[in-house]
């Protein structure tokens, strides 16, 4: 028989296009024997089947473990010799039944008696899956340490074959401490079968590792999206039976078919904006340090970047980073502590409350100086400007993003509805338990975003998406299908679904959410952004400008955007004596431009849609009132404090402003001492003729009344 039988694995996006080939064959270099160094095949030896030349291809021992765990976890684990696995990676199904193990072992007798030890572990050693992109010891000493296998010491060659088990996850690339665990436990047992000396194993210890450059040449070139479906697919089939070796191996030759939910027209739009508003707006404000690195030598600062489709949650784009050829961080996906500032506030402070029925979009809160810490300290929260409005509405606190509002907002409805609206949406980061000595049970996390763990961009255009799907909230999900090598499908979606807000307080959020991108924090998805279509959502910005985000979305896409550095060792001197901030003041401005940009490129070739709903939910009013009251605009408001305002029934103000009352002359009383009264004015004009505008028809309001339901707020 033949020993190989590799087949390159695809990876479609959601029209059909390939988006990139997983390769097995293609990235092999088959060596010789002869020029596999006899440390490393001893170190192989001794980490995977040390009785290699001295059986006759199975262990009975082996098998009789393996039958015990068949019956006993249903899963067939252990016993396998290197022959044994020979003959499963050439001639063998992934079948996970006894009677594929019973096969193994006719197939490996076959095979002893067919090929010589040095023939099955020379095909053996070109045959493994060493991570990454590289497959057999030659390609896996080149992807590490940039050189032959024929090069590799003694030290190179027991961290190889520590590999050997799980590649991607004891890899130095990921994790240096697991790989040098592993390398320790192949030198020990290279010890203990004699293949080495204590003294040999010693100086291997203290032998530096260099890893290679991650240059092209020996890294593979795929994309954050291409990165993190690759893991999804591994454990797929995890969930399968496969070990963690097999499933990788799978992925990288057994040609399967993968089918994503990745729209390459999006992607591309991601890319571009997210580099055209760094290249303009960020990285000239860096000066000497916009190649500034940190000790891990990831480029600084990093952007992490999701785009999901409202109706699906299918995700649409994805950045994980600005270098994706050297990084495995993934920041769209992974958290690395990103605080979310002012972004959380939609779901811990403004959507609680408008659910709550105790707050309206009108509501009134006064915007002043407040003492959570005490009369004796300074005052505590501040807004982000240092400086007060007075009464506000609702909508203008979020509009402004106000930090002095949402305290007293959130201080009001309480802390349990804060983290419950939010978890319910899709927010899994926040810590709920009060046994915790660090938790977000508290308003300095819930209405400022100073929590505990951070949020992710995924989790974040998760929860604003299920507002903008009218309350409906979508699991996120990356693979449509799998087909194997025959066209089978082996693995298919099924989309979950779960309403998790009344369609009228989804619709009360969207409009609140309006302003900041009208009117407020997040304009610059007009004004830089170039997106004028329908759009809403909010800006974060954290203490000393360390971090800026936007959470949004338009009628068919949701996003989370980040902006930050990974750590607190490079970036500004902040004024607390700390690294890690932002040039500027606020940086949340830089994700809301992105976001502007990316739309406008998708919706130059898609239809931009014409809003968000056809028409208002039957449980909705909208009303006229006076924006400094809160209340019903009564026939004397001026006109210009007069908005149109979306309420749940129910919660509609029933008062009329008399805040504002028509100025009449007051009528004095006769005086008793000239019973004929005062005398009457002459006509030369003592009492003063009323004064008439230039434009009878001009109130400020085109001659159409006094409303004003597209005006902006104070």
């Known amino acids: 028989g033949k020993l190989d039988f590799d087949a390159t694995s695809k990876v479609y996006d959601i029209n059909g296009e390939l988006i990139a080939s997983l390769h097995g064959e293609q990235n092999r270099t088959p060596v010789a024997i002869d020029n596999i160094p006899l440390h490393l095949q001893k170190a192989v030896l001794a980490m995977e089947d040390n009785r290699f030349y001295d059986h006759h291809g199975f262990d009975l021992r082996g098998i009789g473990r393996a039958v015990i765990r068949t019956l006993t976890r249903t899963r067939l684990e252990g016993g396998s010799t290197i022959t044994n696995q020979v003959a499963k990676l050439a001639f063998l199904t992934e079948d996970r039944r006894m009677s594929r193990k019973i096969q193994e072992v006719f197939v490996s007798l076959r095979l002893e008696k067919d090929f010589t030890k040095d023939e099955i572990l020379e095909f053996y050693l070109n045959r493994l899956f060493m991570g990454g992109s590289a497959y057999g010891m030659q390609e896996a000493a080149l992807y590490y340490f940039g050189k032959n296998v024929s090069d590799v010491t003694l030290a190179e060659s027991a961290m190889l074959a520590g590999l050997i088990s799980a590649p991607n996850y004891y890899s130095p690339y990921a994790s240096m401490e697991r790989a040098v665990a ?63 070796r097999e499933a990788q191996q799978e992925v990288y ?35 000497k340090n916009k190649d500034e690195r940190n000790a891990k030598g990831v480029l600084q600062p990093q952007c992490g970047l999701i785009i999901l489709d409202v109706k699906t949650g299918g995700i649409r784009a994805m950045i994980g980073g600005r270098e994706p050829a050297s990084d495995i961080h993934n920041r769209a996906v992974q958290l690395i502590k990103q605080q979310p500032g002012s972004s959380i506030k939609p779901l811990t402070v403004f959507g609680p409350a408008i659910e709550s029925g105790k707050f309206t979009a009108a509501s009134i809160i006064v915007d002043e100086p407040i003492y959570e810490n005490g009369l004796d300290k300074p005052p505590y929260p501040v807004n982000y400007s240092r400086t007060y409005s007075g009464p506000v509405t609702l909508r203008y606190a979020i509009q402004k993003s106000l930090n002095v509002p949402a305290w ?117 998805v007009r004004s830089r952004g170039g997106y004028y279509g329908p759009a809403a959502g909010k800006t974060g910005t954290t203490d000393y400008n360390r971090e800026g985000w936007f959470a949004g979305y338009t009628p068919d896409y949701a996003a989370g955007i980040y902006i930050g550095h990974d750590d607190n060792t490079t970036g500004v001197l902040s004024s607390d004596g700390s690294r890690g901030s932002l040039p500027g003041r606020s940086s949340s401005n830089i994700p809301a431009t992105m976001f502007g940009k990316i739309m406008s490129s998708i919706y130059r070739q898609i239809p931009v849609p014409g809003g968000f709903y056809s028409e208002m939910p039957e449980n909705v009013v909208q009303l006229a009132i006076d924006m400094r009251t809160g209340l019903l605009a009564g026939p004397y408001c001026p006109a210009e404090d007069v908005m149109l305002e979306y309420f749940i029934k129910g919660t509609e103000p029933q008062q009329i402003c008399l805040e504002h009352v028509q100025v009449v002359d007051p009528v004095e009383p006769p005086d008793p001492e000239d019973p004929e009264g005062p005398e009457e004015p002459n006509n030369d004009g003592d009492k003063p003729e009323p004064e008439v505008p230039e434009n009878p028809d001009d109130d400020g309001n085109g001659g159409h009344g006094t409303t004003k339901p597209n005006r902006k707020q104070r």
């Open 182 to 244: 592993k390398q320790t436990a192949a030198l020990n047992n290279m010890v203990r079968f004699g293949y080495i000396s204590e003294a040999e194993k010693q100086a291997a210890l203290e032998q530096p590792i260099t890893l290679a450059n991650l240059s092209p040449e020996n890294k593979v070139a795929a994309s954050y999206f291409v990165s993190y479906v690759r893991d999804q697919v591994i454990q797929i089939l995890k969930d399968k039976g496969y070990s963690e």
């Open 408 to 524: 007293k907002i959130g201080k009001e409805n309480g802390i349990n509805k804060m983290l419950e609206f939010a978890k319910r949406l899709g927010i899994t980061t926040l810590v709920d338990d009060k046994s915790s000595a660090y938790n977000d049970r508290n308003l300095a996390s819930l209405t400022i975003g100073a929590v505990t763990h951070g949020v992710v961009p995924i989790e974040m255009a998760k929860a604003f998406g299920a507002i903008a799907n009218k309350g409906i909230r979508n699991d996120t999900f990356a693979i449509k299908s799998i087909e194997d090598d025959r066209g089978q499908i082996i693995y298919e979606h099924r989309g979950q679904s779960q309403v998790v807000l009344s369609e009228e307080v989804a619709f009360v959020m969207t409009s609140l959410l309006e302003s900041p991108v009208n009117y407020g924090t997040a304009s610059t």
């Open 253 to 287: 030759t057994g040609g399967l078919s993968i089918y994503t939910t990745l729209d390459n027209r999006v992607q591309r739009a991601a890319e571009k904006g997210m580099e055209d508003t760094l290249n303009q707006y960020l990285i000239p404000s860096l000066g």
